[in-house]
């Protein structure tokens, strides 16, 4: 898989200026990490979700959370369960009939309720299955749950001959209320740094979060517009997201306009407070998400140069756009992680943006 297969050659060479690389489930984890990207949730009872993923009908979705937590009832969940299931065998026999090649399936995360449900299901499911789930969301991530969450992953990992991942959330009151976030999250962090080799990003739950204030941003604001909620992610940012640390994915957009003013602003917060990553609860979101992660010419050119300038001992250099200077040690971490993202994303020509791709006809909406 790579993003923007759907465009043909020609759009491609008219917008970047270096292409978006391939990757699957098995790539190595720091190219996970940044191509789970857009991560479209449907909900488990959904019984065309494999029907549409083998058919590629949203061939923006190349990652996409399967939910049997809160996107269902709590009455639904054992019929979520056997739908899901039957499912997963219905994408096995299309593997093995040649309707669809394993490299070919998008990144498949199951949002389970509990570790107990998450070992179930890893059970019922079979090695043949399992071995198409990129990894399992927690939900909910705490204290209560952290050690036993961490605890399946592990076992699972031992019998399995490919990585699963886990994706903690964190949304839990504990972590939102001032008094107890910091020995919260201090926690949080030394439980997952046990697991690190298999926790692929740490997300954010911004919409429980909200909830317990009975606050809600509007089409035209961000979640930085809440002063509560952006306390608590510059906070979860402090913590998890330094150098050496983990990628933390931006909170959900919850309206469904497609290329909103609103949606886009937050990207670019998101991506200037150091997240990568965004559930979305729409395929037209996609697109928007996925173009704004595309690395510009400016910023490619300068992290080749800081990279350069670091290896060869330099200090400090005009950027390659004469406009700025660049830093070599304070901003090597920057450049390694723009030059990640650019092998996932590729990088724009020059004069080239996100709007490059969401107008006209390279944009192809579904």
């Not at 059970?123 to 399992?136: E, H, K, N, Q």
């Amino acid at each position: 898989m790579k993003y923007f297969s759907y465009l043909s050659r020609t759009e491609l060479q008219e917008v970047f200026f270096s292409c978006p690389g391939l990757f699957n489930r098995n790539s190595e984890k720091e190219i996970l990490t940044y191509a789970v990207g857009a991560l479209l949730y449907m909900p488990a009872t959904r019984a065309k979700n494999m029907f549409d993923i083998i058919s590629r009908k949203y061939e923006e979705a190349l990652s996409i959370g399967l939910c049997l937590e809160d996107a269902i009832g709590d009455g639904e969940v054992i019929e979520a369960e056997r739908i899901l299931l039957s499912q997963f065998e219905q994408l096995t026999r299309a593997i093995v009939k040649g309707k669809i090649q394993q490299q070919d399936i998008p990144l498949l995360f199951i949002r389970v309720r509990s570790p107990e449900q998450m070992t179930s299901l890893a059970s019922r499911m079979g090695p043949s299955a399992l071995s198409l789930v990129t990894g399992f969301l927690f939900p909910k991530f705490s204290r209560e749950n952290g050690a036993a969450y961490l605890a399946a992953l592990e076992k699972m990992n031992v019998a399995s001959l490919f990585p699963i991942y886990g994706m903690p959330i964190l949304e839990t009151p504990d972590v939102m209320y001032k008094e107890t976030r910091l020995a919260a999250l201090l926690h949080l962090k030394q439980l997952l740094d046990s697991s690190k080799d298999f926790i692929l990003n740490v997300r954010i739950g911004a919409t429980d979060f909200s909830g317990l204030y009975g606050l809600r941003r509007s089409n035209e604001m961000t979640v930085y517009d809440i002063a509560v909620i952006r306390d608590c992610i510059a906070d979860i940012v402090n913590v998890f997201a330094r150098e050496g640390g983990y990628t933390v994915s931006g909170p959900v957009w919850e309206y469904f306009t497609r290329g909103s003013e609103g949606l886009i602003r937050e990207i670019m917060l998101d991506k200037a407070n150091g997240l990568i990553g965004k559930t979305v609860i729409h395929p037209s979101q996609l697109a928007p998400v996925q173009a704004c992660y595309v690395v510009s010419h400016e910023e490619y050119s300068d992290a080749r140069s800081i990279m350069d300038g670091y290896n060869s001992g330099c200090g400090v250099t005009k950027s390659p756009y004469e406009n700025k200077m660049n830093e070599m040690k304070p901003h090597i971490h920057w450049a390694k992680k723009v030059l990640l993202r650019s092998k996932v994303y590729g990088v724009f020509h020059e004069g080239k943006n996100y709007s490059s791709l969401l107008a006209g006809k390279v944009y192809v909406s579904h």
